[in-house]
């Protein structure tokens, strides 16, 4: 397998990879985001995701295949990024390569991110590309840890 990752705009069928991805038991434990029902998945991903024009959305494809996806989005005058692979492309480089292509395009600075802080493979990918630490949060009963990337990439 050579992993040739690529971005793509998302189509409609990326969505019942992305709910499975979604579901997976490890994903939710290592991400400690609550899976959706499906008709509340596909509702917040068409009118949420898809529907707002601000957001900049896209799939990401290894080999051809739907491997995850890339978010960015405004929430309170900021801009977030979040991620999601499947667990099949974890551990691979996918995810660094992925978020790379994806920040060449999202040119939007600060940009921030909040991975749950047991998730150090999401922690070491923010890093690795830049984002830094600036504060724990507590969403519920889960600390997150936010990041903030500043400047643009060289």
């Given at each position: 397998m050579s992993d040739q990752v690529r971005l793509r705009d998302v189509e409609p069928v990326d969505l019942e990879e992305f709910?499975?991805?979604?579901?997976?038991?490890?994903?939710?434990?290592?991400?400690?985001?609550?899976?959706?029902?499906r008709e509340a998945f596909m509702t917040h991903w068409t009118t949420k995701v898809l529907g707002d024009p601000t957001n900049?959305?896209?799939?990401?494809t290894v080999d051809?295949?739907?491997a995850g996806n890339v978010v960015a989005w405004w929430d309170e005058?900021?801009?977030f990024i979040g991620y999601w692979l499947g667990k099949q492309?974890?551990?691979?480089?996918?995810?660094?390569?992925?978020?790379?292509?994806?920040?060449?395009?999202e040119r939007a600075r600060p940009l921030h991110a909040d991975p749950f802080v047991g998730n150090t493979g999401s922690v070491r990918l923010l890093e690795k590309h830049g984002f830094r630490r600036t504060e724990t949060v507590r969403y519920g009963e889960h600390e997150h840890i936010l990041l903030v990337l500043d400047g643009h990439p060289a």
């Open positions: 709910f499975a991805q979604e579901h997976d038991p490890e994903a939710v434990r290592r991400s400690k985001f609550p899976p959706r029902e900049f959305v896209q799939a990401v051809g295949e739907v005058g900021r801009r492309y974890w551990g691979r480089g996918i995810g660094t390569r992925a978020l790379a292509l994806f920040l060449e395009q």
